[in-house]
C-alpha cells in the first residue's frame, strides 16, 4: 500500500516560514490533503487537493505537490499554529485513505 | 452548519464489545459517504472504515487491521452513524472520529466529530 512519511516534527520562529514535507512515491501523481490538529482537539482540514484552502483559512497556509514531495508551507507562523499537522492521499489500489505520521510544529 | 457529535465511548474490557454512535446535522446525511478514523494516545490518525450512501449502494469497506471486528452501519431516518466494535483489543484503545467527504466525488474529510475515547482494558 502507499507510503506517506513525514518528519517528526518542525520548529520555526514566530514570523518565519515553516515547511512541512509529506513525502511518498511519485505524490505528485496524487491529490495531497493537509489537515492541522491541536492538543485535544479534532483534525481540521487546512490544504485539499494540493494548494486549496477551506473557507476560513488564512493565506498564510498553502500547499504544493511536486516530484516526491507535497509540501505544506505556513508563512508568518504564529504561535497558534502549534499544532499536529497530517498529509493524506487516496490510494487507487486499496480505494482506502492513507495519512502520514503527522508532523509536530513548534513555534518559537 | 454541518456537526457531527460521537457518543458512546468509555471504558472495557478485553473482549467486549462496544457500538459508538455519530449525531450528524446541518447536511443532507443520507446523501453523505461517511468514515471512522481512530487515533490511539500519542499517535497519528488511522483510517477505520466508510459507509457509502443506501443511494451509491450503501456498501461498506474496512481497514485490514479492524475487519471482521468492526461493523459500520447507518440510519438514515435518525441521522446516525455507526460504529460496532466486537472482540476489543487493548490495541483498539484510541480516540474514535466521526467523518465525512463533503461531496461525493471528495477523497478528503471535512468536517469531523470532536471524537469519543475507547478504553480498553483489564
Known amino acids: 500500500s502507499y507510503v506517506l512519511t513525514q518528519p517528526p516534527s518542525v520548529s520555526v520562529a514566530p514570523g518565519k516560514t515553516a515547511k512541512i514535507t509529506c513525502g511518498g512515491d511519485n505524490i505528485r501523481n496524487q491529490d495531497v490533503h493537509w489537515y492541522q490538529q491541536k492538543p485535544g482537539q479534532a483534525p481540521v482540514l487546512v490544504i485539499y487537493?494540493?494548494?486549496d484552502r477551506p473557507p476560513g483559512i488564512p493565506e498564510r497556509l498553502s500547499g504544493s505537490n511536486s516530484g516526491d514531495t507535497a509540501t505544506l508551507t505556513i508563512r508568518r507562523a504564529e504561535t497558534g499554529d502549534e499544532a499536529d499537522y497530517y498529509c493524506q492521499v487516496w490510494d487507487s489500489s486499496t480505494d482506502q485513505p492513507v495519512f502520514g505520521g503527522g508532523t509536530k510544529l513548534s513555534v518559537l | 452548519e454541518v456537526k457531527l457529535v460521537e457518543s458512546g465511548g468509555g471504558l472495557v474490557k478485553p473482549g467486549g464489545s462496544l457500538r459508538l454512535s455519530c449525531k450528524a446535522s446541518g447536511f443532507t446525511f443520507r446523501n453523505a459517504w461517511m468514515s471512522w478514523v481512530r487515533q490511539a494516545p500519542g499517535k497519528g490518525l488511522e483510517w477505520v472504515g466508510r459507509i457509502k450512501s443506501k443511494g451509491d449502494g450503501g456498501a461498506t469497506d474496512y481497514a485490514a487491521p479492524v475487519k471482521g471486528r468492526f461493523t459500520i452501519s447507518r440510519d438514515d431516518s435518525k441521522d446516525t452513524l455507526y460504529l460496532q466494535i466486537n472482540t476489543l483489543k487493548t490495541e483498539d484503545t484510541a480516540v474514535y472520529f466521526c467523518t465525512m467527504r463533503p461531496v461525493v466525488e471528495a477523497d478528503f474529510f471535512d468536517p469531523w466529530g470532536q471524537g469519543t475515547l475507547v478504553t480498553v482494558s483489564s
Open positions: 487537493d494540493d494548494k
